[in-house]
């Protein structure tokens, strides 16, 4: 499978890592992480040069890594700095380092040319440090299903009343038409839904006794983030778009690692402009998410299934999948411009 190299992607939270190794899989690469000494975190190829042994085999001497198998040890740089039985380290003993860069409490990682990796790119939103705001990590969740199945689905408002009826759809937005454009490299999906009972998710958290108008915006950054805004006010208010913030609002991400054609880390965490100063609200929410986010795996994951199998026919294609036309498209264009790249390089 093909992916889409110069781009951040998250090689996990920041807890996820310490003075041990830790491994991912991240586009069919191995990689051995560990903190170094100064805190940063130390990414490299996890496959010694010599004799192929995974490094993460090894062991940490100081803030360099000794191969478990004959020795070599390499720096946080990747060049290889001794070698056990001579004097010179020669010139192709060497892993390839991977730049990091944590922000947030999430540790990202560069996949694409080491000198292409601006920290200007990686995904920030304002509301992380917005004391009108509150953060709340949730959890790793793997799917066995292709990213690019995954982040259909994160661009998609029309599941949520078939997949969550009771979470965070409900029966009257089945109907409801959503709106998709394009932004460069983003897709903006949304939709409202006026004058409907509060769903599951925000009778228990916004009080509200009558109807509400309810949004779903999906921001969805080409390759692997996506940003879903939804919330729901009071109906007399009449809330316009712009003034959504008025009402109660969450931001669901979800940043996307893939593992390999089949397999993807969905990394995913909310911010929240309710009940800011609750320290209980954040693992509330997380648990509301976490069924909704049940939900979505087993769908996924039964269409990763089927998509293997032989078919006779192409898939049907109708007007909710707007969005995800959008996706699939701006991803190609990306891969075709490192292709490009890469072609002239040559
Ligand atoms: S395999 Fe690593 S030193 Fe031999
Ligand atoms: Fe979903």
Redesign the pocket.
């Known amino acids: 499978m093909e992916y889409i190299r110069n781009h951040w992607y998250v090689a996990g939270f920041a807890s996820e890592f310490g003075e041990g190794f830790t491994t991912a899989t991240i586009l069919e690469e191995e990689i051995v992480l560990y903190r170094a000494s100064d805190g940063t975190v130390v990414a490299l190829e996890d496959r010694?040069p010599?004799?192929?042994?995974p490094l993460s085999m090894?062991k940490r001497i100081g803030d360099q890594v000794q191969?478990?198998?004959?020795?070599?040890t390499f720096g946080t740089d990747g060049h290889c700095v001794r070698v056990p039985g001579q004097r010179s380290i020669p010139p192709q003993a060497w892993v390839r380092r991977y730049p990091t860069h944590e922000r947030h409490g999430i540790v990202w990682i560069w996949m694409g040319a080491e000198d292409a990796a601006d920290t200007s790119l990686v995904f920030d939103m304002p509301e992380f440090t917005d004391p009108g705001w509150a953060a709340h990590q949730g959890e790793a969740l793997a799917f066995e299903s292709n990213y690019l199945n995954v982040a259909d689905n994160l661009c998609d408002p029309a599941h949520v009343s078939f997949v969550h009826p009771t979470t965070l759809g409900n029966p009257d937005s089945e109907d409801v038409p959503v709106r998709a454009r394009r932004h460069g490299q983003m897709v903006e999906i949304s939709r409202w839904i006026r004058d409907s009972a509060p769903i599951g998710f925000f009778q228990a958290y916004g009080g509200f006794s009558g109807n509400v108008d309810r949004w779903h915006y999906y921001y969805l950054h080409a390759p692997c983030i996506a940003a879903i805004d939804f919330g729901s006010a009071d109906t007399a208010l009449a809330l316009p778009e712009e003034r959504r913030g008025e009402g109660i609002q969450i931001h669901a991400l979800h940043f996307m690692t893939p593992v390999n054609a089949t397999r993807t880390i969905d990394r995913w965490m909310h911010l929240r402009n309710t009940a800011v100063d609750d320290p209980t609200a954040g693992e509330r929410i997380s648990d509301l998410l976490r069924k909704a986010f049940a939900e979505d795996k087993a769908i996924l994951e039964a269409v990763q299934r089927k998509e293997l199998q032989p078919r006779d026919r192409p898939p049907v294609r109708v007007a909710i999948d707007a969005g995800a036309n959008h996706y699939r498209r701006i991803v190609a264009e990306m891969l075709a411009a490192e292709q490009e790249v890469a072609t002239a390089a040559e």
């Open positions: 010694c010599h004799r192929a042994l090894g191969c478990g198998y004959h020795g070599l």
